[in-house]
């Protein structure tokens, strides 16, 4: 998957790169799309599930602003618990072909590809949870 450096809404830049050992889940999302909105909770839900796992979840806004994201999560009952980074300019978007948001990417611990979502999914159903636990499962066994 193509590498990229992005900041966290305190600054701190992550590099996709530097995240090889972990899965990584990685979505696009953006404050004014009412599926996304819907989609987060159940993200939260699943990172919350898997936190002992060694899988690092990642959020991509491309809103325009901090301000828009910070505002959206404040009025969450919560903060999420996962990373959420920003792409104001869909540049990393962009080059991962992202034309629907949200779209989600499931990326193993060498960085390839395991699964590609676009649309809203609902993270929290056991269904959905068991196919992404398979795609884990092969690769702990090698």
């Known amino acids: 998957m193509p590498d990229f450096e992005l900041p966290d809404l305190n600054g701190k830049l992550i590099r996709l790169s530097s995240l090889r050992g972990n899965y990584v ?67 990393v978007a962009t080059k991962y072909g992202t034309e629907k948001f949200p779209e989600s990417f499931w990326i193993d611990p060498n960085g390839v590809l395991i699964a590609h979502y676009i649309g809203a999914e609902n993270w929290a159903v056991e269904e959905q949870i068991r196919q992404l636990e398979v795609a884990i499962k092969p690769l702990k066994e090698q």
């Not at 491309?62 to 301000?67: A, C, F, L």
């Not at 999560?73 to 300019?89: V, W």
Request: charged share 20%.
């Open 25 to 91: 889940f990685l979505n696009f999302w953006a404050t004014w799309c009412l599926p996304c909105l819907e989609e987060l909770p159940s993200m939260d839900a699943l990172n919350q599930r898997w936190k002992a796992k060694p899988i690092t979840m990642l959020a991509v806004s491309v809103d325009e602003t901090k301000e828009a994201i910070t505002n959206f999560l404040g009025r969450l009952n919560r903060a999420p618990s996962f990373l959420i980074l920003q792409n104001p300019d869909h540049s």
